[in-house]
């Protein structure tokens, strides 16, 4: 089978199943959750990681389908919530479901998006970031994160020893700052001032206030309210995405006082079967951070890179229970380091 046929038969059903459950109800929603839950810890160990697929047209087509199918999913939804066929129990699982989506594929897949070349996929990644009222990752994430990954300069690496819940609060107020000055900086050495309207900052504002605004026709307070509380969701886990994939690492000062280049163990990878196809790699985080343009398809596992004891899913919700997490992982963590600071030693 055509290694992106897999990606997309990983994550096409469950947004099938949503978009059927908003309007049918009954056990769709349920199985829509299913498929995003324990159906990935089943599967995930019978199946192999993906295999490479270089230059694969296929890739790209998915990812922006994909997208296209995030826009239509959340209106699909609001409607589903609002149409009153649904007992509350469908509609919790729908939410739960729709919430799950936006975070294991819509948010990987526009994480995707924002690294391609062609500029209508790089807005059409920025877009989805937009209507889960994040657009302002798009900046962080390529301008700040890839550039001091690793360093206190990066609000998205977690700090040594600090939970994900101290984390979330720094991570996200952080992000948008440290955005916004490297959006600011950029504009400067254009001889633009800060606020210029090529400061996407604006389109971020006016994106998150239009989705809004949607929302509230479609279904008004309450539109709004379910429509807030499912980015919040989506929002928690693209931040414990970050906080999972970077805990414990950091880049060494060498002797000169610079940081230490961007290197395979500065990332956990979690190369799995079905959670990766799931996310489009990216358990396989390492080589994504020494190669940021390589299509998902193309990403494999680097030898160099520390991997987590169990898959994505399982580990981000190990970190939302702080006394589990750090018996997890602050002794694995700290291994890694103490190698890393080996290697360093000998190449002085």
Request: charged share 15%.
């Amino acid at each position: 089978m055509p290694v992106p046929a897999r990606y997309a038969l990983a994550t096409l059903p469950p947004f099938l199943l949503i978009v059927a459950g908003s309007f049918l109800g009954g056990v769709l929603p349920l199985l829509a959750l299913m498929w995003l839950t324990l159906l990935g810890l089943f599967l995930d160990r019978l199946l192999d990681p993906p295999a490479r697929a270089p230059d694969d047209p296929w890739a790209e087509r998915l990812s922006a389908g994909l997208a296209v199918a995030h826009l239509a999913l959340i209106p699909t939804l609001l409607m589903g919530l609002d149409n009153g066929r649904l007992s509350a129990g469908a509609q919790l699982a729908l939410f739960l479901a729709a919430g799950s989506f936006l975070g294991q594929v819509s948010h990987p897949n526009a994480h995707e998006l924002i690294h391609r070349g062609p500029r209508w996929l790089r807005s059409l990644g920025a877009t989805v970031y937009a209507t889960m009222l994040f657009g302002f990752h798009v900046s962080a994430h390529r301008l700040v994160h890839h550039r001091h990954v690793g360093t206190e300069m990066d609000p998205a690496t977690p700090l040594p020893g600090e939970s994900f819940w101290a984390y979330v609060p720094r991570a996200w107020i952080g992000s948008a700052e440290a955005g916004f000055w490297a959006e600011a900086g950029r504009l400067e050495r254009m001889g633009l001032p800060a606020w210029h309207p090529r400061n996407p900052y604006w389109v971020w504002t006016g994106g998150a206030l239009i989705a809004l605004l949607l929302a509230a026709v479609m279904g008004g307070l309450l539109g709004i309210l379910a429509y807030v509380a499912l980015c919040a969701v989506a929002q928690l886990q693209i931040l414990v995405s970050d906080y999972v994939q970077h805990y414990g690492l950091q880049r060494l000062v060498l002797s000169d006082g610079r940081v230490e280049p961007v290197a395979a163990h500065h990332s956990w990878d979690a190369p799995r079967g079905f959670s990766s196809l799931l996310m489009l790699n990216a358990p396989s985080h390492s080589e994504h951070h020494l190669h940021p343009s390589r299509r998902y398809t193309e990403l494999g596992q680097d030898g160099g890179a520390p991997r987590l004891p169990y898959s994505m899913p399982v580990m981000a919700v190990a970190a939302t229970v702080p006394s589990l997490w750090f018996h997890l992982m602050d002794r694995r963590a700290l291994k890694v380091m103490e190698a890393a600071e080996a290697r360093l030693a000998r190449a002085a």
